[in-house]
């Protein structure tokens, strides 16, 4: 041992030295991603759980409706007789005597009135009296004589007063009624019970008076009656022919003593029928409230939620806290398989947190217009739930792709499922609609094809219910079996819905979510795009460059299962850059001089590298798709720019200084993303490379194609995208198909006239 150290003490050391690996699972909970997850499961639970306690839970009863089972009290409880406590405060209220208030101011009326009878006395012959008070008070001159003595000293005697006072106390004991006026609950004075309240200074025991039947009551129209209780009030005057002028007095413009209260009666009745005690009902444990057979009622629904409200109620602490945490378990259990999900098949998700954010967002919208639709209309609660299930899933599919949309679907079901405590009936029906509609939506290349998804959603969530409600629901039960096929109908109405919805909604997803729908793609690819239009002539041969590159991109992308649409559209626009300096570029200077060869190759560099750049600002300019800018970006990826590095090479050799740096002579990137930018930036070298080739036959043409593929392979141009080798076998094979089509053999026509060969052979080649 040179060190004196064996080879295992030295290994002991290097290993006390070396931190020892954790467990795998705890270093996969320090990364950021997991972070982001936890806290969208958490935000998932807190919102989504208090939101299915709190304003879910069943909402099967609907007015109307027609029990197949009978509704029974899960626990004991008690419940108000409404009906019967209104009418017994109904009764309350007309059992008690409608209040009359004594008319003051016609008590002051006959007050003066009196007053002005005893003024007479100033007369001192019968002759000198106004001939309207002889008539209105049929004055006499013996009543006049009776008059004076009330009389003394020009002042009315303390008898007088005495003897009025009387006189307008017993009238007002009377109770004298206008038969015309108002009177309470339609009723005659005759059948009402009344009672009267006493003007003062009234005796304090007749302060109210109950009055019942016509004995006690006078009323106007009853002339004779009431003149003589006039008659018989007036006892106390002295003079008989006294009397009889008061009484004519009186006759003459006679008034109701009392007036119907109706403001006070009104508080004493409610009063009274506030004083009526609830009358309540008993339902002991496991009472049927509603028959099977009946239809649902106001008053049935009323029970129903009373019996649920109830049984919340006498629930313990801990069994609401054990109900509480079921529920928040199970929402949990929902956001732990999103996140599991997305985590395994949709990694993108979990690189950019906002889609994350977008993802939970989503999910708890569409439980809170569930929510809101099954409240509002419970008549027809599998096509409301289902409805925000299936715009969701739509979004996804547009947005991302089928299998995750599915799977978002599946998810968004089960957390309805919990919120509404929906049936497996209806959690089927919803998978059906979703199942069928992603199926559908692989892309959207018409204005019709989401209403056409919506429809075929429609059908087969209503054959569904159709076929699982003649299973389940008792069709014995009057009119069940027009219910279902109201329910069928429901169905097809709400996927038709769903996708006029998300019809109208798609302009605004494609620029919440940056994606691009086939229908823009077709937009974007009409020739009379400003842009193409620019690009035809101002770049004509970059133009012509572009067609070929979109052909041979779309079979390509066609070959593997991938995009073909967004990979021509790509393929039109991505040398947009170009028309800053076309004459800079081979295919646009048409044989003419080259401008690069009075430039350096530096100089040349920055010129061939800039169209790219060029191309993003155009592109924003013009307000093309952010996803359409990648394949602008990315279709040179990373790669060298051979002709003017090699002559780089050669300027610094001619001139013994040191070569140039590959880093400088390459494209800034970055590299293709998705597999359609990879099948972009191949064609992009090899139609160039086609086109170079002194004699494209099939086999050069194969040979070029996959040495280039191998190139950029080995290159790392493929790296950061998900493109297989035996992908990039089958593109290579499609581009060669392509290429052969393009470049293919030409047979020259014969001619007996030397003079007549070329145009033989153009014709030929036009053909």
């Known amino acids: ?77 008690q419940r108000e007789n409404t009906e019967r406590t209104r009418e017994l405060r109904e009764a309350a209220k007309r059992n008690l005597p409608a209040l009359y208030r004594a008319d003051t101011t016609y008590r002051d009326l006959l007050a003066s009135r009196l007053d002005e009878l005893l003024e007479l006395t100033k007369y001192d012959t019968l002759d000198q009296v106004p001939a309207e008070y002889k008539e209105q008070a049929e004055i006499t001159e013996l009543a006049l004589r009776e008059l004076r003595r009330y009389v003394q000293g020009g002042q009315p005697t303390d008898q007088w007063k005495d003897d009025t006072q009387r006189l307008l106390q017993e009238l007002f004991e009377l109770a004298i009624l206008d038969p015309a006026g108002e009177h309470p609950d339609g009723y005659t004075i005759g059948e009402t019970p009344i009672t009267i309240v006493h003007p003062d200074p009234a005796p304090a025991k007749l302060k109210e008076q109950p009055l019942y039947g016509v004995g006690r009551v006078r009323t106007l129209s009853d002339t004779e009656a009431l003149k003589n209780d006039v008659k018989f009030a007036t006892r106390f005057f002295e003079g008989e022919h006294l009397q009889t002028s008061i009484v004519a007095l009186v006759m003459q413009h006679p008034q109701p003593t009392y007036r119907y209260d109706p403001k006070l009666t009104a508080q004493r009745r409610s009063k009274a029928a506030e004083a009526v005690e609830p009358q309540i009902i008993e339902y002991p444990r496991d009472f049927v409230l509603v028959p099977t057979g009946a239809e649902l009622s106001p008053d049935h629904l009323a029970l129903i939620q009373h019996e649920a409200t109830a049984y919340i109620d006498q629930l313990t602490t801990a069994q609401s806290v054990l109900v509480l945490i079921g529920k928040l378990g199970l929402i949990l259990l929902v956001g732990v398989a999103v996140w599991t999900y997305i985590f395994f098949y949709n990694h993108r998700i979990v690189r950019n947190p906002m889609r994350g954010l977008a993802i939970t967002a989503l999910l708890l919208l569409c439980q809170l217009i569930a929510i809101a639709l099954g409240r509002s209309a419970p008549q027809l609660l599998p096509a409301m739930a289902t409805l925000p299930a299936l715009m969701a899933a739509a979004v996804l599919a547009i947005v991302y792709d089928q299998r995750f949309a599915l799977a978002m679907g599946g998810f968004l079901g089960l957390l309805i499922l919990l919120s509404l405590d929906l049936t497996t009936e209806h959690v089927l029906v919803m998978m059906t609609g979703i199942g069928v509609g992603v199926a559908l939506l692989r892309e959207v290349r018409s204005r019709s094809k989401l209403v056409t998804v919506g429809l075929w959603c429609g059908l087969a969530m209503g054959m569904t219910v159709f076929l699982a409600s003649v299973t389940t629901r008792h069709l014995s039960v009057p009119g069940e079996l027009w219910r279902i096929g109201l329910d069928s109908m429901s169905m097809v109405f709400a996927g038709l819905v769903a996708g006029l919805v998300v019809q109208g909604a798609l302009p605004g997803i494609e620029r919440v979510f940056r994606v691009t729908t086939a229908m823009t793609l077709k937009e974007l690819n009409d020739a009379s795009h400003p842009l193409l239009q620019r690009l035809a002539q101002e770049a004509p041969g970059t133009y012509q460059h572009s067609l070929r590159i979109a052909d041979m991109a779309e079979a390509a992308a066609d070959t593997i299962g991938a995009d073909g649409l967004f990979c021509r559209v790509g393929a039109m626009y991505h040398d947009i850059g170009k028309i800053n300096k076309p004459m800079y570029f081979i295919e646009n200077q048409g044989g003419g001089p080259n401008r690069h060869d009075k430039l350096t190759p530096a100089m040349s560099l920055l010129i061939i590298v800039g169209h790219v750049k060029d191309g993003i600002e155009m592109a924003r300019e013009y307000a093309l798709p952010p996803t359409l800018r990648h394949f602008i970006e990315s279709h040179h990826g990373t790669t060298l720019v051979e002709y003017f590095f090699h002559a780089a090479k050669k300027q610094t050799e001619a001139e013994d200084k040191p070569g140039p740096s590959e880093f400088e002579f390459r494209y800034p990137g970055p590299k293709p993303q998705t597999k359609e930018a990879a099948i972009m930036l191949l ?21 070029a194609v996959i040495a280039l593929a191998r190139k950029r392979l080995m290159d790392g141009q493929f790296d950061e995208c998900n493109l297989t080798l035996s992908e990039l076998h089958r593109i290579e094979k499609s581009i060669v198909k392509t290429l052969c089509a393009v470049y293919h053999g030409r047979i020259a026509y014969p001619s007996d006239k030397k003079d007549e060969q070329p145009t033989a052979q153009a014709d030929a080649a036009a053909g």
Request: hydrophobic share 45%; net charge positive.
């Open 1 to 77: 041992m040179a060190n004196g150290k064996s080879s295992t003490a030295r290994r002991r050391e290097v290993r006390k030295s070396v931190p020892r690996p954790g467990p795998k699972w705890l270093k996969a909970l320090q990364h950021r991603e997991v972070g982001w997850a936890a806290l969208y499961i958490a935000m998932l639970v807190a919102i989504a759980g208090p939101v299915a306690v709190w304003l879910g839970g069943p909402t099967h009863h609907h007015l109307g409706q027609v029990l197949t089972e009978p509704i029974v009290a899960r626990v004991p409880f």
């Open 683 to 703: 064609c992009d070298c090899i139609e160039g490379a086609a086109r170079a080739l002194p004699e494209p036959t099939p086999v050069r043409l194969e040979q």
